[in-house]
């Protein structure tokens, strides 16, 4: 568990499925996500649940006062680099959440797990978390593939930025 000023990230609980469904059911969510199906269902938020168990994944609910909001995560990459992933759900968009959250998980990747290397990647279209990776101080490295095959159609390549510790 990792504590920041107002967000509580935990490992996701199976009481989590009815609210990912609610808020990763949202396409305007879902369509910047590479791995997230949509429609989305119960048995997705389940396999999803039970996936994040696995330590390669470092994923985290994010909630406030015990509401789940969003999703973070650090998944290792085959050449061993971590890729952050996060979402919001859209009615707690714009509250600093995002921000919050991923400051928080890459000050504790790089201090306390010695993670050397943290890439992400968005859209070229996605605006917002263009936005937040420069804010977040991270560094464009090209155009790049995605490195799982996405559920959806998707650029073959698309902006990728980095942070080292
Ligand atoms: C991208 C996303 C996670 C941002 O979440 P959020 O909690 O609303 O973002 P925050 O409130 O923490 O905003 C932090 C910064 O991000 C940027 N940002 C966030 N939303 C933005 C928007 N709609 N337009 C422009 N910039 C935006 C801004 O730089 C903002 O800082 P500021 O408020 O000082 O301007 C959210 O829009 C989301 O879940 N989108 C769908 C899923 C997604 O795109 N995930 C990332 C895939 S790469």
């Known amino acids: 568990m990792i504590r920041s000023a107002r967000l509580l990230l935990r ?3 199976s009481a989590d499925a009815q609210s990912l469904v609610a808020l990763l059911g949202d396409f305007e ?15 997705d938020a389940d396999a ?6 696995s330590e390669a994944r470092r994923s985290f ?13 650090l998944g290792r990459r085959p ?3 971590y890729e952050l ?20 998980l890459l000050q504790v990747a790089f201090a306390d ?3 050397a290397r943290v890439v992400v990647s968005a859209l070229p279209d996605n605006a917002p978390s263009l936005a937040l990776i420069a804010k ?23 902006p990728h930025f980095e942070q080292t510790r």
């Open 48 to 53: 999803w649940i039970e996936l994040s168990k």
């Open 11 to 13: 490992a996701y609980e």
């Open 61 to 73: 609910a994010i909630t406030r006062d015990g509401a789940l909001v969003g999703g973070i995560g």
């Open 85 to 104: 992933g996060y979402w919001i759900g859209r009615r707690f968009h714009r509250n600093g959440y995002a921000e919050e959250a991923s400051r928080k």
């Open 29 to 43: 969510v879902a369509r910047w996500l590479a791995r997230v199906p949509h429609p989305y269902t119960i048995d």
């Open 136 to 158: 977040l101080g991270f560094r464009p490295i090209g155009l790049q593939p995605f490195y799982v095959p996405p559920l959806r159609p998707w650029p073959a390549v698309i």
């Open 79 to 81: 050449d061993g680099a």
């Open 113 to 115: 797990w010695r993670v």
